[in-house]
């Protein structure tokens, strides 16, 4: 069974640094793309940041470009999000995704991603 596992999330000031986990198992990962999404409450879900399946290309929205840095290790099946310079704004229920089929949209369209975690907390105190 296919199966994603975040971790790292947790509380951090303002301006601080965490580091997020994904760990896939049950399937081989290292040929997908992969990414994170977010949601806070009472907000529509948002894309933070996609890989390849080799790691040579990213993507990131406006809003998180220049402080996140997504990465991954295809030996480990595991991929990771540094988040520098945390704002309050950043605070939500982070998702690990992965796309295991041909998806013709954008990198940022939840749709193309038809693997997800349950989720890992992470809240920036002001």
């Known amino acids: 069974q296919v199966q994603l596992v975040e971790s790292g999330g947790g509380l951090v000031q303002a301006g601080g640094s965490l580091s997020l986990s994904c760990a896939a198992s049950g399937r081989t990962f290292s040929r997908y793309p992969m990414g994170w999404f977010r949601q806070a409450p009472g907000k529509e879900r948002e894309f933070v940041a996609a890989?390849?399946?080799?790691?040579?290309?990213?993507y990131y929205p406006d809003s998180v470009k220049g402080r996140f840095t997504i990465s991954r290790d295809n030996a480990k099946n595991t991929m990771h999000l540094q988040m520098n310079s945390l704002k309050p704004e950043d605070t939500a229920v982070y998702y690990c995704?992965?796309?295991?089929?041909?998806?013709?949209?954008?990198?940022?369209?939840?749709?193309?991603?038809?693997?997800w975690g349950q989720g890992t907390q992470v809240t920036v105190s002001s």
């Open positions: 890989i390849d399946w080799s790691g040579g290309r990213t």
């Open positions: 995704v992965a796309r295991s089929r041909v998806f013709g949209g954008s990198w940022s369209d939840h749709r193309g991603y038809d693997y």
